[in-house]
């Protein structure tokens, strides 16, 4: 069974940072061939933050874009989302995914991110 699990969350003041965790179990960290970030604000739709291919090529969100960082460490079998230069609007849940030809596909089951003004 694959599972997720995110750390990191927490509450941080406008301007801090964070670093998100998503140590992924079993095989599937290495079958996967995209892993990425999500988020989901109260009353919105669920939105990519960044992602990131078994390649190395990474992709962010217009409003993150400068400011987040996707790594994975292969070792850890954990994905990570570096997140400096925090607003208010980043307050969200954030879920992380791993995906194999966007056919098997788990995640994680969130954490919250609360960034105060």
């Known amino acids: 069974q694959v599972q997720l699990v995110e750390s990191g969350g927490g509450l941080v003041q406008a301007g801090g940072s964070l670093r998100l965790s998503c140590a992924v179990s079993g095989s599937f960290f290495w079958r996967a061939n995209s892993m990425g970030w999500y988020r989901q604000a109260q009353g919105k739709q669920r939105e990519l933050v960044a992602s990131?291919?078994?390649?190395?090529?990474?992709h962010y969100a217009d409003s993150v874009k400068g400011r987040f960082i996707i790594s994975s460490e292969d070792i850890e079998n954990t994905l990570y989302l570096q997140m400096n230069n925090l607003k208010p609007e980043d307050t969200a849940v954030y879920s992380c995914n791993a995906a194999l030809n966007n056919v098997e596909t788990y995640w994680g089951q969130g954490t919250q991110v609360t960034v105060s003004s």
């Open positions: 990131i291919t078994r390649g190395g090529t990474t």
